[in-house]
């Protein structure tokens, strides 16, 4: 039987898990591809911590750099994480033809069109399941199953810990802090919380997707980020009463060479799928031109769940690199280079729900309607909540399709009316089924 040897950089939680998981399933893997998966090298700054795992001492060491060096490894396993060390180790592996094995979302959505060009040149591959979705096989789709569709549009939940956040506000009334402590009690959320509440952890994962779908890698700077930290158990009640859920959302439309990215909390009707979506789970809604409507559901994050994801691109890796193939399919993808034009946020024509506190007095509405029409945006429905104290009223406002420059102009000249008295609140909604609206 054929052997493939591999080296680890990196022995924390995921690194642990592909190990564990390498060792427990070694022979079931080689018996279904004919190929022995063996690990050769572990790297990491602490080899002294015990894992749990049984690993002869030999294997392990302090020093990537040897790891990388070692002629008799075939893939390099890249389970550092960040983007300065965990670049120059993968930088190097590349320029050596090995091929890099990767769950480093960040690394590549900031220096992925680098990366991708070295594997290019040094006709090697790299292999990054594991970056989106974690245990969700969602790129090895893309780039296999749907290979023959030109994609149109994805709409992800990629994120389980803002969505374990919002469907805890959801289901019991809790305010978004005391939440967030609980997530981070229970290992949901990291201390800081800021890539996963801010959106960024979303957006180097749509970045990601967006780059393959269209061929050619696109800059994190293209991707506006909202996050939801204004996300309120206000606007949550809201939008279940009018019939939909809020949900942190990457949305990716391709219109032929025009392309729309972002990330920022969403209406979405209560009758789709993805809004029933709740917990740490993370679910990715594909349009394709050939296969029509497909969704992709699992565990996003977990030790488990992206260790296999990076299980499986080692064995991709292993079946190329015994078979010649050279320059990844997983490569290919990104380095087509075709010509896209990026839609700016600017020019994005949505829908949106707008939340106010307005003087319950005569003409209040009157104003805001006026500065609505003075910018050419459309009003779908409005609803006026009972009065607070102080005679201030809570309205709620839904709108038609409009530009977001004239969103934001509207909403800036509404916070500065003498009758208003929070500042603006404002999350966009999706009608999947009927986007001319």
Do not use: W
Not at 144 to 163: A, E, F, P, Q, V
């Amino acid at each position: 039987m054929k052997e493939v040897c591999i080296g680890i950089l990196g022995f924390g939680t995921v690194g642990t898990g592909v190990i564990e998981g390498l060792y427990k399933n070694q022979k079931i893997i080689a018996e279904r591809i004919g190929i022995k998966i063996s690990i050769l090298k572990i790297a990491d700054i602490n080899i002294s911590k015990d894992r749990g795992i049984d690993i002869p001492n030999e294997i392990l060491t302090t020093d990537a750099n040897s790891v990388i060096f070692d002629e008799s490894i075939d893939i390099i396993v890249e389970l550092i994480g960040g983007t300065s060390i965990a670049k120059d180790l993968v930088e190097k592996s590349l320029s050596l033809g090995k091929p890099v094995v990767t769950a480093n979302k960040a690394l590549l959505a900031e220096y992925g069109d680098e990366l991708f060009k070295i594997a290019q040149k040094n006709d090697t591959g790299i292999y990054y399941e594991a970056s989106v979705a974690g245990g969700i096989p969602l790129l090895r789709s893309l780039q296999d199953g749907l290979i023959g569709n030109n994609i149109n549009k994805i709409y992800g939940i990629l994120n389980g810990t803002c969505n374990y956040i919002i469907s805890r506000m959801e289901k019991e009334g809790l305010p978004f802090d005391e939440v967030l402590i609980e997530a981070q009690k229970l290992g949901y959320a990291e201390t800081p919380p800021d890539l996963d509440i801010d959106g960024i952890d979303t957006a180097h994962k749509s970045i990601i997707l967006a780059s393959m779908i269209c061929g050619t890698f696109i800059s994190l700077k293209d991707c506006p980020v909202n996050g939801i930290r204004t996300l309120s158990k206000i606007d949550i009640k809201n939008a279940h009463d009018l019939g939909y859920k809020i949900k942190l959302l990457s949305l990716i439309k391709k219109t032929n060479d025009d392309i729309e990215i972002s990330v920022e909390p969403t209406l979405i009707s209560k009758s789709h799928l993805i809004s029933s979506v709740s917990d740490s789970f993370n679910a990715v809604f594909i349009q394709g031109d050939i296969v029509g409507e497909t969704m992709f559901y699992g565990r996003g994050a977990g030790m488990l769940p992206t260790a296999s994801s990076v299980i499986g691109d080692i064995v991709d890796a292993a079946k190329d690199l015994l078979n010649d193939v050279g320059t990844s399919v997983s490569v290919k993808v990104m380095t087509q280079n075709k010509k896209i034009n990026l839609t700016s946020y600017n020019k994005v024509k949505k829908r949106c729900y707008l939340r106010l506190l307005l003087d319950d007095s005569p003409g209040s509405m009157a104003s805001v309607m006026k500065i609505f029409a003075d910018n050419n945006i459309n009003v779908a429905s409005v609803i006026q909540k009972e009065q607070h104290q102080n005679g201030k009223v809570p309205v709620v406002i839904l709108t038609e399709n409009a530009f977001e420059n004239d969103y934001e102009n509207a909403v800036s000249k509404i916070n500065n009316l003498d009758i208003s008295h929070e500042l603006p609140i404002r999350f966009r909604l999706e009608d999947f089924d009927n986007e001319s609206r």
